[in-house]
Nanobody
């Protein structure tokens, strides 16, 4: 059974940084597509960044140059480094692998 646990969210001021983690069990990250999604208040969940099994990454336009997705295969953990955070980045961030989802971690960007 796949289990994903996100962590690292919190309250940060505009311009600040956070690093989210997604620890997986029951699945091998390095062999699967993995995505970070976010759901802002009142909006649909959207794909923010992803990494393929062969390492190719994708970023939605609004986070390009600010967010970096990575994974540590030895720890079976994926990360989302978020820099220069803006209020519009506020939302619950989820990781997803093989149709499984974590419970999310809340990121709030506010002064």
């Amino acid at each position: 059974q796949v289990r994903l646990v996100e962590s690292g969210g919190g309250l940060v001021q505009p311009g600040g940084s956070l690093r989210l983690s997604c620890a997986a069990s029951g699945i091998i990250f390095s062999k699967n597509f993995m995505g970070w999604y976010r759901q802002a208040p009142g909006k649909q969940r959207e794909l923010v960044a992803s990494i393929h099994s062969f390492g190719i990454t994708y970023y939605t336009d609004s986070v390009k140059g600010r967010f970096i997705i990575s994974r540590d295969n030895a720890k079976n953990t994926a990360y989302l480094q978020m820099n220069n955070l803006q209020p519009e980045d506020t939302g619950v961030y989820y990781c997803s692998v093989a149709s499984s989802w974590g419970e999310g971690t809340l990121v709030t960007v506010s002064s």
